[in-house]
T-cell receptor
């Protein structure tokens, strides 16, 4: 049981380049989400999905796109990278979000540097 | 909307000493409360959670937390820490049916 798998673990981009961070889970979780972690700011929600075909914005969605074509995958796209997007990105999933009793399973993280 | 304040950004402590990591939240409705731990270069994992019932919650690795509704606090405690407890600890709150909001984190540094 792999849990939540994120790729790549490390990436360096130049300003203006695009890329996709991949996230896959094999637990049949309904809810998936992307967070960014910055020093002193904790984790901030970028986008989330409550099921295939359904996505919504979190606290800091600007500059990021997501899609959820399958239950398993939830990629995060940076269309035109900016230095402000230098961060560690975490994908997290849970069985259901509706009760609010979210116990999130996190991936190992993807460290992105934008030069 | 809910918010979380972790009162200490770093807590240094000697091995085998007790520790308390403080967390306060604000919300106008009933909430669920969580503590997650992040070891170096890893993702977060659940330490413990409060959903309802007893206000004293026990988690993994000897940690416990107490929910105090009147003070809107959910402080994390351990009576005797080990070097292996060195990590960053995040308090999080979820209003029922809503998303999870994290605090800024507290780095626990255990010294020998």
């Amino acid at each position: 049981n792999a849990g939540v798998t994120q790729t790549p673990k490390f990436q360096v981009l130049k300003t203006g380049q695009s890329m996709t961070l991949q996230c896959a889970q094999d637990m049949n979780h309904e809810y998936m989400s992307w967070y960014r972690q910055d020093p002193g700011m904790g984790l901030r929600l970028i986008h989330y999905s409550v099921g295939a075909g359904i996505t919504d914005q979190g606290e800091v969605p600007n500059g990021y796109n997501v899609s959820r074509s399958t239950t398993e995958d939830f990629p995060l796209r940076l269309l035109s990278a900016a230095p402000s997007q230098t961060s560690v990105y975490f994908c997290a999933s849970s069985y259901s979000h509706f009760s609010g009793a979210n116990v999130l399973t996190f991936g190992a993280g993807s460290r992105l540097t934008v030069l | 909307a809910q918010s979380v304040t972790q009162l200490d950004s770093q807590v240094p402590v000697f091995e085998e000493a007790p520790v308390e990591l403080r967390c306060n939240y604000s919300s106008s409705v009933s909430v669920y409360l969580f503590w997650y731990v992040q070891y170096p270069n890893q993702g977060l994992q659940l330490l413990l959670k409060y959903l309802s019932g007893s206000t004293l919650v026990k988690g993994i690795n000897g940690f416990e937390a107490e929910f105090n509704k009147s003070q809107t606090s959910f402080h994390l405690r351990k009576p005797s820490v080990h070097i292996s407890d060195t990590a960053e600890y995040f308090c999080a709150v979820s209003e029922r049916g809503n998303k999870l909001v994290f605090g800024a984190g507290t780095i626990l540094r255990v010294k020998s």
